[in-house]
């Protein structure tokens, strides 16, 4: 294909060029393949990929961190490193069941089984992660994420999973895998159980009730104080528990006495609006232990009339604490891990009459069918009704949610299989220290969660997951726990295919012990633990096991803050049984993606952005710049178009810089071919702006390397724009503007390509649209051939020949002089194009070359003469202190006749500019300018400058003339219209 610099910087119109060029020729996979191939006995950079779930689309969260995990593979890309940038999908689990479900409208899984059948529905998962992985590819590549797709680890693979049996095996063998009737968190709608490391990813801020309640003492003419903010729970409460050494008193309020905990009496009183009540008995909580009451809910729920000890008798639990409530902790054994400890403790029955799908069953009573949380209305009503209510409000506080489908969870007894983290919390916590966060306060997060590990519970009662390669003979008793699908294949008899349900539960396994056939426990594995050995099964998946000892552990991985809790802490976990080792060497955090009015974005609301909404309106690099330039990774960033286009703008910027080289070097035929020559010859500010090259190059590679992406671009593009297009670009546009071909224009040129050929690889790491679109493009129109992706590129520092601190320091106090003399101007009310007449300057020190830096100075602050000076002036105007700099700056004199006739022919040629912009000229192309103005004072500046009008705006003749077709414009109080015509060239 051909490659041109459009006229204009158009994102969308680039992006579709250098995609088709990409796509065309398979670029991104022979990258990928280049890096790693070509690279062996490099650095290893490894990238560990957290799986995106292959249940919807990619939105701008999703986007912002694959933009960060790309701009870390590419930068270590162009740093020269052996990559390794394997993609991944999660594909199994209650992510996709519930997204199958919602195609065929079914909400349970009793509906699952008699309308869609288990075989029928799993083949609809497997067609619904198809379709969504096809997308998710394509959206990567729209946003020019580079990952290896092809070979991308998928966690239904058989190969893959096989590494999560040999996790339970391994977990088995060392006695770390044990099943235990529990009470865990359950989500009635999915009908399974979760992890505790699950809770904290669905938890929501609600609005509950907050009871307190009174229960009557059958040992003596008192009430218990007691509080909850589950209603629903009392229908099968079964003790009451105090604090052992907390002191409690007997209080009379109202004519009732009433027991509570000493420290939270006030408290109870001012809900009461009483302002005094009489104690009359103190006890220890360990006194209280064993004394019975009367159940709250006996004539409603008839298990309840029934109550007697152990049941409905005063227990002790060092949990329950002095910092609100009553200090008296209402118990069901059935809906508390605390509880059910407990329970256990004091031989209290587990019961519940709550069915597992939320529902109260017919041994509720006036409870029966309801929903578990409509019940705790009907709880307050029923205990209202017999005068048992004290105080009733509603509080907000965190409860925790599905952190799938939503739904409010339950805590439930069932028996379930469990990985024995609390085994290995000193390891884990070991391997940790060996982690560089970022930011740094993540250490401390994941190592406080990890200190307070729960048991793992692994199990889950659905159907698209990896199934527990665990069986049970029902006879003997002895299992069998598989590692992989050889084991397995082995003892069924038969070439396992396909280890999935149904499948696998039609295999027919002999007891080795007795010959009875054995069961499999009929469960699949927490979707976690899938993407919890990707450190491993990744490779395997392969058939690359021989890379782990290179790749392993990973340099990188990178996810949202929450995933301490969730991917990172069971990948260290797998890690921990299976490699004895953590499975990453850093990790990167990223925040949220917000709405612009700061509100956190979700489906529910309605203000999601899609990525290919986005992609489609601001293009991939603008985007993605936004993305690194807007805020610190782990910050939360708003969604704001007009910044995205604002930060946007710099690309235009750096776009026009192209432009313009580009443009004059063609007019004046200069190509790289000499450009070592050229190079002899730069001036101090070439030398200047290279030195500032080199330095932010420096500080660029050293933010990125800690994951400070925001420094990195801001740094970055900073540069191109203040510093390349705003200083250097107008400090040279004269040298370039010249009609010799001068070795100071060549030396202008070379210089400019070097700072293209020395950033553009930098720049491709945050923006690779428009940097493989330039590197393609001007690379060919100065003679070079370049590689098939700027990716390819290594980046490498300057030559110490082209560096000059001496001339960087210079000219760095120049452009301090000049911006002082800009906002001089500004205080002053002096446009910059009006020229002032005359300044000096005391210098910081001693200087060379004066007359580079005088032009420099006098170019770009607009001033007809400038002098440098060893003591200040006798007169002045104004006395000037360099802002941030050393020099001081004497105004000698402002504007006189001369200098405000200068200042009419630059507005003149401003105008002239604009015109030319608006009729989409090329920089080499020339015009005819005509004019009319009945201003003399107008007339005689065009006159006295028409060489340098000419010069500036590229016109052949200006003449005056009567226009009945032109522009009217206004300069000071006068009136001009202008006319412009492109002369074509023969």
Known sequence: MSWNLISNYDPLKIEEIVIRYWTENGIRKKVLKEVWDSREGSEIFSFLEGPPTTNGYMHAGHARGRIYKDVMIRYHMIKGFRVWAQGGWDTQGLPVELEVEKKFKVKSKKEIEEKIGVEKFIEECKKSVDHYISEWISDNERLAVWLDYEDAYQTRNPKYLETVWSFVKNAYEEGLLYKSYSVVPRCPRCGTALSNHELSLGSEIVKDPSLYFKVKSLDGDFYFAVWTTTPWTIIANRALAVNPQSDYVLVEIKGEKLLIAEPLLNSLLFKLQVKDAKITAKYKGSELVGKRYVHPLSEEVPKNSNCSPPECTVVSADYVTMTEGTGIVHTAPAHGPEDFETAKKYGLEVWTPLKDNGYFGEDAGIFSGMWFKD??????????????????????????????????????????????????????????????????????????????????????????????????????????????IEELSKAAGVDVKDPHKPYIDQLHIKCPKCGEEMKREPFVMDVWADSGVAHTAALKQLNKQHLHKYIFPYSFALEPPEQVRGWFYTLLITSTVLNDSSPFKMLGMHGLILDAEGQKMSKSKGNVVFAREALKKHGADQLRLFMCYRNSPWQDIRYVDKEI?????????????????????????????????????????????????????????????????????????????????????????????TEENTKDKRAAYATIFTLLKHSIPLIGIFT???????????????GIEPKESVMLEVAKPLPKDYLDNTAFENVEEAMKVIDTIVSYRGERGIKRRMPLKKIVILWSNEI??????????????????????????????????????????????????????????????????????????????????????????????????????KNETRAVEISKESISEGKRFEIEEYVIVLKIEKINSQ
């Open 848 to 949: 060379k070359e004066k007359e580079e830096y005088i032009s420099l100075i006098s170019t770009m602050a607009n001033i007809t003469s400038v002098e440098f000076v060893a003591r200040p002036p006798e007169k002045f105007v104004k006395e000037l202190q360099a802002i941030g700099g050393k020099s001081k700056i004497y105004i000698i004199e402002e504007i006189d006749k001369e200098t405000y006739e200068l200042g009419l022919a630059k507005e003149v040629i401003r105008r002239i500019q604009i015109m030319r912009k608006e009729n989409n000229l090329e920089y080499s192309d020339k015009v005819n300018v005509k004019y009319y103005t009945d201003s003399e004072e107008l007339e005689s500046a065009i006159i006295k400058h028409i060489d340098y009008i």
């Open 375 to 484: 019940a705790s209305k009907a709880v307050v009503e029923a205990l209202k009704e017999k005068g048992l209510v004290l105080h009733y409000e509603e509080i907000e506080h965190e409860y925790p949610h599905c952190w799938r489908c939503g739904t409010p969870l339950i805590y439930y007894p069932t028996s379930q299989w469990f990985i024995k983290t609390t085994a290995i919390v000193n390891r884990m916590r070991e391997y940790l220290k060996n982690v560089k966060f970022r930011p740094s306060w993540g250490y401390n997060r994941m190592d406080a969660w990890v200190e307070a590990s729960r048991d793992w519970c692994i199990s889950r009662e659905r159907y698209w997951g990896t199934p527990l390669p665990i069986w049970i003979c029902p006879k003997c008793g002895h299992i069998e726990v598989f590692g992989s």
């Open 768 to 782: 690779p649209f428009i940097a493989e679109y330039i590197y393609q493009t001007v690379w060919r129109k100065v």
């Open 645 to 737: 286009s604002e930060i946007g703008s710099k690309l235009r910027v750096f776009y026009n810089v192209v432009k313009f080289f580009i443009s004059y070097a063609e007019l004046d035929k200069w190509n790289a071919s000499a450009i070592e020559e050229d190079m002899k010859n730069i001036t101090n500010v070439d030398k200047w702006i290279l030195t500032k090259e080199e330095s932010v190059m420096k500080s660029v590679y050293e933010s990125i390397e800690n994951f400070d992406l925001h420094s990195a671009s801001k740094a970055l593009f900073d540069f191109l724009v203040e510093d390349v297009s705003r200083r250097y670009i107008v400090a040279v546009r004269p040298r370039v503007w």
